[in-house]
């Protein structure tokens, strides 16, 4: 159990936990304020800084410790994420009282292009994306928010997770539960820290494991899996998918891509 599922989970899974997306986390006039500047002093801010790490990394291969920690510390009380599965996001989508697509801030701030593919979820009707400031895409506050059903809005991330995406749901000031995003590692601050060797977010709870008698060793797992974590091994001579535990973070694309069904999510030991 991580350590959000100990501090905020009450009992449960933290993002399973409906306090964690209450009018009363929502009420507070921080959070609030954090939520209207979100775009200019998170993502902006964002891009920014991991642009400058990307170019030091890649001259160094790592970070300064020191750095690394400040950036992880900080997200965890701010803005911190944790990878979900298909089933997941059924679960926790298929509850809500209201569901929003709105823009990927991400995209925008790298590439100035729309992509919607962030959804708002309440569980109340009190809804935090009123307080996003939309003008920030050069939109009117009632334009850009796409209301869906939940029905919909599933059937949209199961298309975009068809796509390679890897759904992830995030926090909007710790414990409070503002977004659930299916993203691409090039366009996603937080997938793209991972590159750097800054977690800004936790593993599934599951990972995936696969059923030698049943692979093949095609390599369409490999080929999708957006982390490294799966390799080629021999076996009797033929040759079977691997998935390195520690590497994975649990999103399912393996298992969604497998031709042979041979892969399977499991809770994560």
Request: with cysteine; glycine share 8%.
């Amino acid at each position: 159990m991580c350590e959000f599922c100990t501090e905020h989970g009450d009992g449960k899974v933290w993002f399973k936990n409906a306090d964690n997306y209450g009018r009363d986390l929502l009420s507070d006039l921080t959070r609030r304020q954090y939520i209207h500047d979100f775009f200019t002093a998170t993502i902006d801010e964002g891009v920014g800084t991991i642009g400058r790490l990307e170019t030091l990394y890649s001259k160094k291969k790592h970070l300064p410790a020191r750095v690394t920690k400040a950036l992880i510390d900080k997200a965890k009380v701010e803005h911190f994420g944790q990878v979900v599965t298909i089933e997941d996001i059924r679960e926790l989508v298929g509850k809500a009282a209201t569901v929003v697509r709105l823009p990927c801030a991400c995209r925008w701030a790298s590439m100035k292009k729309e992509k919607r593919c962030c959804y708002s979820v309440s569980y109340s009707p009190d809804a935090w994306y009123e307080n996003l400031d939309m003008s920030y895409f050069g939109l009117a506050q009632d334009q850009g928010l796409e209301s869906l059903t939940p029905d919909e809005a599933i059937g949209q991330m199961e298309a975009l997770e068809q796509d390679g995406a890897v759904h992830t749901i995030w926090t909007m000031i710790t414990p409070f539960i503002g977004a659930i995003c299916n993203c691409q590692p090039g366009d996603c601050l937080g997938l793209r820290t991972l590159a750097i060797d800054v977690e800004t977010m936790f593993r599934g709870e599951k990972m995936a494991v696969v059923d030698e008698a049943a692979c093949t060793g095609c390599g369409a797992c490999e080929e999708a899996c957006h982390f490294n974590a799966i390799t080629s091994v021999a076996r009797s001579g033929e040759h079977r998918a691997h998935i390195h535990s520690l590497s994975c973070f649990g999103c399912g694309l393996c298992r969604t891509v497998c031709p042979a069904g041979a892969l399977e999510m499991k809770r994560r030991e």
